[in-house]
Nanobody
Framework: QVQLVESGGGLVQAGGSLRLSCAAS????????MGWFRQAPGKEREFVAA????????YYADSVKGRFTISRDNAKNTVYLQMNSLKPEDTAVYYC????????????????WGQGTQVTVSS
């Protein structure tokens, strides 16, 4: 059974940092594209960041570029999202996702999803 389990969310003040982790199990995701999405109350799920299997290719939404860093450890089957300089508008449930293709931007291409982890940034 394939599972993606996120952790690391929480409450942080504006300007602070959090590191999210997404642990994958049930198969190796070393050749998969891994993505992070987020969904705030009343809003649609939106792309945050993605990393391709080579780990040399990373992609970010403009709203997080320069503040967030995505990385992966294929040996641990884990992907990370380091979030710095957090803002109240970053408050959302963050989801990890995986798919075997190379396109990364839209949620409908992803085959596997985690349950999400809440990130709340206070002003």
């Amino acid at each position: 059974q394939v599972q993606l389990v996120e952790s690391g969310g929480g409450l942080v003040q504006a300007g602070g940092s959090l590191r999210l982790s997404c642990a994958a199990s049930g198969r190796s995701f070393s050749t998969y594209t891994m993505g992070w999405f987020r969904q705030a109350p009343g809003k649609e799920r939106e792309f945050v960041a993605a990393i391709r299997w080579s780990a040399g290719s990373t992609y970010y939404a403009d709203s997080v570029k320069g503040r967030f860093t995505i990385s992966r450890d294929n040996a641990k089957n884990t992907v990370y999202l380091q979030m710095n300089s957090l803002k109240p508008e970053d408050t959302a449930v963050y989801y990890c996702a995986a798919h075997s293709g190379t396109y990364y931007y839209t949620s409908d291409v992803y085959d596997y999803w985690g349950q999400g982890t809440q990130v709340t940034v206070s002003s």
